[in-house]
């Protein structure tokens, strides 16, 4: 029998049917936002930016005499360059890549390559790259990147994920809920506080992604600024490289070695990854929740549950969230535990791992799509939250023990331990021994009052307020 057909490396390419990755696969069209980024398009994208800016400030030094200052036409092209460049010359940069065998060399030449025919910018040629080592463009590149994906991406789908919640929170503010402490019943709260408690979580952490300083640094082979001095000793370096990263919006690093120590990469991720724990806490709250019928979920026509079982409804969202954030998080503490640490002045181990950056983000985007599409199916069940509350009447006693305490009954605590602990305690039960009890007549008839569903302190306004 003859061998089946391979595909070609085109049909793969093309084909998310034969994609390896489940980003580029399965889930592709839910990092849509991220391949720009992230891709290898991406980040010769990002390099040839640098390396065209790095030119045109080069330009605009007057210490540079051998390199006269664009006209406005040349500026124009240059930005131009790097502005509209296309997957097209992608592929062109990584024909040249071919040859050289080395990715930044393939982007130098694709740039000389494209203004060679250019009067004015032919001469500059030899300023492109210059006095540069890879890594100087590297680095710069990745915290552009970085720096789009945390705006554009990162950030707004956090705030949406925390918008969903506030409103579920807010409308749920007064829904008792009884608390499960170490999975046994515990003081009431209501289903709004609760999630208000992760909508402050989220936001803090949000906090911290949006305050990490994307640093970067362009100081030659060793940090040292050796080939920059060689050439234009009247220069100052320092200065000039410091203008040029925080022109590029990102914060400059004066001591490095030939990387930049990507410490900066490690905070990022660890900050992205203490956000992801927070919503794999929730994912796995809201599972048990749907498991208790806290929480029905919104049918779709058509979809299916089980291959066997008819009748499941599952909440596959919060675990596909739940596995993707857990893939996302064991990249960003590999990154965290990886990336700070270079032999010597540099060895070339950053430069694979790097390149999972858009994978790690990747499963974190999945992750959170999941999750907003599971929120948005949750309808809440208050018959049954308000039927655990019924059949709970024993968290109450912490509510009467403390009454007593305040108004100096003896041995409160014990005294409501063993009326409750392994007991089953009714409403009944509950106001008899209350009835029993030596109280001023307000605070009897107050306990008398209270039930486990509206024994729920302040939860409700601190729902409203989040």
Not at 277 to 288: E, F, Q, V, Y
Not at 410 to 419: D, F, I
């Amino acid at each position: 029998m003859a061998p089946a057909a391979r595909p070609s490396p085109a049909d793969m390419s093309d084909s998310a049917l034969l994609a390896l990755s489940p980003l580029d696969g399965r889930y592709a069209g839910k990092v849509d936002a991220l391949r720009p980024i992230f891709s290898e398009y991406g980040l010769i994208k990002a390099r040839i930016t640098v390396e065209v800016e790095w030119l045109l400030a080069l330009a605009a030094e007057p210490g540079i005499v051998e390199l006269a200052p664009f006209s406005d036409a040349a500026i124009a092209r240059l930005r131009a360059l790097a502005a509209s460049f296309s997957p097209a010359q992608a592929a062109r940069v990584k024909e040249i890549e071919r040859t050289t065998n080395h990715d930044v060399k393939a982007v130098e030449y694709f740039i000389k390559e494209q203004l060679k025919d250019d009067a004015e910018l032919a001469p500059a040629l030899e300023f492109v790259h210059f006095a540069c080592t890879s890594e100087d463009i590297n680095n710069l590149s990745y915290g552009l990147m970085l720096e789009q994906a945390r705006r554009e991406v990162l950030l707004p789908t956090l705030d949406g994920i925390a918008n969903s919640l506030r409103s579920l929170a807010h409308a749920q503010a007064g829904q008792p809920m009884l608390s499960r402490t170490h999975g046994q019943t515990a003081s009431p709260t209501t289903l709004g506080k609760e999630l208000a408690n992760v909508v402050a979580r989220l936001e803090r952490q949000r906090r911290q992604i949006a305050a990490v300083e994307l640093t970067g640094k362009i100081n030659g082979a060793v940090g040292n600024y050796n080939a920059h001095i060689a050439s234009y000793p009247d220069v100052d370096w320092p200065a000039f490289a410091e203008r040029f990263v925080t022109g590029l919006g990102l914060v400059f690093n004066p001591y490095t070695t030939q990387i930049e120590p990507h410490d900066n990469i490690a905070e990022i991720g660890d900050a992205a990854r203490r956000a992801n724990i927070i919503l794999i806490d929730l994912a796995r709250d809201i599972w048990g929740y749907v498991s208790l019928g806290y929480f029905k979920q919104r049918l779709k026509e058509g979809e299916v549950g089980s291959s066997t079982m008819p009748h499941k409804v599952n909440p596959i969202d919060f675990e596909n969230a739940e596995g993707n954030f857990g893939i996302a998080n064991a990249l960003f503490e590999h990154f965290s535990a990886k990336l700070p640490i270079s032999r010597w002045q540099r060895d070339l181990t950053d430069s694979t791992v790097l390149r999972a950056l858009g994978t790690a983000f990747g499963h974190s985007q999945v992750a959170l799509d999941s999750l907003a599409k599971g929120l948005g199916k949750l309808e809440v069940n208050p018959q049954r939250l308000d039927a655990d509350l019924d059949a709970a009447w024993e968290v109450l006693a912490e509510a009467v023990q403390t009454v007593m305490r305040r108004h100096g009954l003896p041995n409160p605590y014990e005294q409501l331990k063993a009326l409750t602990r392994g007991q089953g305690i009714t409403a009944e039960s509950m106001r008899a021994f209350v009835q029993g009890l030596e109280l001023p007549a307000d605070a009897k008839q107050r306990l008398l009052e209270m039930t486990p569903g509206s024994y729920t302190g302040l939860a409700e306004s601190l729902a409203k307020k989040i």
